[in-house]
């Protein structure tokens, strides 16, 4: 006896797939820095040639990250390096060797490649003039240290805690007695990062932004790493900050690239209270353990997103195949939520490219052959469009899952992001009627499109009509 199947429903079925989206340029937010990524602990070697790519596509690679274009990252995160014997790979200290005390003078030098550091700022400044190079120490030198090596955690010798090993920050894996001898490293620690913006000066490269800490609130053992709370922070701080500035006045001074946003703010929190909210001028962070809710508790600064990569899986080209957090679907929406929910003026991926099987590069080399993953395109998305020194401004959507952020550029373009996360397509209106545009073209990102323009539609008394593909990101750029 047949059976009687109802028919399938149409998706749409008793959908509403309309969206209103408002954009209000009066009310302003943070300043925008870029997009970038990072050539650390030698992996810039791979991008110029170390495995086999070739002259012609060590410069196709670096286009297709930096210039405006293409990828349109503006920010390069460079390692300083901590250990003058260190091994392959790593970066090498401009340390020579360590004196005594710290009274004495230190002895420096300067290979002038940098493990390749400097040949990337180079090259990446070639395709953005604009790059905002932020160079970073993992830790200070082994000798400056309570623990005589650079890595294994430990505290520079002079911050709170760092002499007696009475603190349990203070300890090594080791749990060996201070090495500190009493001794006072912090000057000799700044006057050192300040030495390494001079080398990069010397060389045509100037360095937007300093750090003294990566992760310090995690001891990974194995490499460089220096620990510290806010407080021991703000004790190395006030020497660093004064020193930065008598030298630089205009070098931004960053703390403390925590490894999550929730331990940033702690780490925040006991700075301020330690009156050191006045020595720094971005808040770094990284996304690992933790994601950003809330504008971060400065007192005042920017805050900055400088380090993440999904870092256990294979290489994942991926737009939205699968939903794993390294396809470029995810990292949009990433982007989106730190933008707009903390105020981040920017995002760092780890990095750049790599000789690699596994994800924790936006480029993939295999020798001479190269492969673009879609995170990429999801932060070209944002940053081909929204230059630096754009602001973010108020946009509204009454649809939860349809996620707008806006953003006005120095010389009066708008940048309208908008990322669907829905499995059907909307249908928008944009109020841009307080803004002054004549037109409004569309840069389509999804499993089929890498920012592709598809459309120009025309601002008709302040308000454009257009359409947003299913899991997909559109960038509307006005004019």
Excluded at 105 to 121: A, E, V
Excluded at 437 to 452: F, G
Aim: aromatic share 12%; glycine share 8%.
């Amino acid at each position: 006896m047949a059976r009687n199947v109802p028919a399938a429903l149409p998706y749409l079925n008793g959908i509403n797939n309309t969206v209103a989206i408002t954009v209000n340029p009066s009310v302003t937010y943070q300043t925008m820095i870029g997009g970038g990524c990072s050539g650390a602990f030698g992996v810039a070697c791979d991008q110029f040639g170390r495995n086999g790519l070739s002259p012609a596509n060590q410069e196709t690679v670096t286009e297709t990250l930096f210039s405006e274009n293409l990828g349109g990252l503006s920010i390069l995160r460079n390692d300083i390096g901590s250990n003058s014997s260190s091994t392959d790979g790593s970066v090498f200290s401009i340390l020579s060797e360590c004196p005594a005390t710290p009274d004495e003078p230190l002895d420096y030098s300067f290979d002038g490649n940098d493990t390749c550091q400097l040949q990337l700022s180079k090259t990446a400044l070639k395709y953005n003039p604009e790059l905002f190079v932020y160079a970073d120490a993992w830790s200070a030198p082994g000798c400056m240290k309570n623990v005589g090596t650079d890595d294994d955690g430990g505290l520079l010798c002079g911050v709170r805690g760092s002499f007696d090993n009475n603190d349990a920050r203070s300890q090594s894996e080791s749990s060996e007695p201070s090495q500190c001898n009493k001794q006072d490293w912090r000057q000799a620690y700044a006057d050192y990062l300040v030495q390494y913006v001079r080398y990069y000066e010397q060389a045509g490269v100037n360095v937007s932004m300093l750090g003294a800490y990566n992760e310090p609130d995690y001891n990974p053992v194995t490499y460089a790493s220096m620990l510290s709370d806010g407080y021991q922070a703000k004790d190395f701080l006030e020497v660093l900050y004064p020193t930065v500035k008598a030298a630089y006045p205009d070098l931004k001074v960053a703390c403390c690239d925590a490894t999550g946003a929730r331990q940033e703010r702690d780490l925040l929190s006991e700075l301020l209270a330690a009156g050191g909210g006045d020595l720094f001028d971005v808040a770094t962070w990284h996304n690992y353990q933790s994601n950003p809710r809330q504008p971060f508790n400065t007192a005042g600064q920017p805050n900055l997103q400088t380090e993440w990569a999904d870092g256990t899986g294979s290489w994942n080209a991926y737009w939205d195949i699968t939903g794993q957090l390294a396809e470029g679907f995810q990292w949009a929406l990433y982007m989106h939520n730190a933008f707009v929910n903390s105020d981040t003026s920017g995002y760092t991926h780890w990095w750049c490219s790599q000789n690699t099987t596994g994800d924790n590069a936006l480029v993939r080399l295999q020798y001479d052959e190269y492969f673009v993953a879609a995170r990429l395109w999801a932060f070209a998305g944002y940053f081909r469009f929204a230059r630096p020194g754009s602001v973010r401004v108020d946009a509204q959507s009454n649809v939860e899952d349809v996620y707008v952020s806006a953003f006005v550029n120095t010389n009066g373009t708008m940048a309208v992001p908008v990322v669907n996360a829905a499995h059907f397509a909307y249908n928008m209106t944009v109020d841009v009627s307080a803004a002054n545009a004549t037109t409004a073209t569309a840069y389509l990102t999804d499993n089929d499109h890498n920012v592709t323009m598809v459309d120009t539609v025309p601002v008709q008394d302040g308000y454009f009509s257009a359409s947003v593909e299913p899991r997909a990101m559109k960038t509307f750029f006005l004019q």
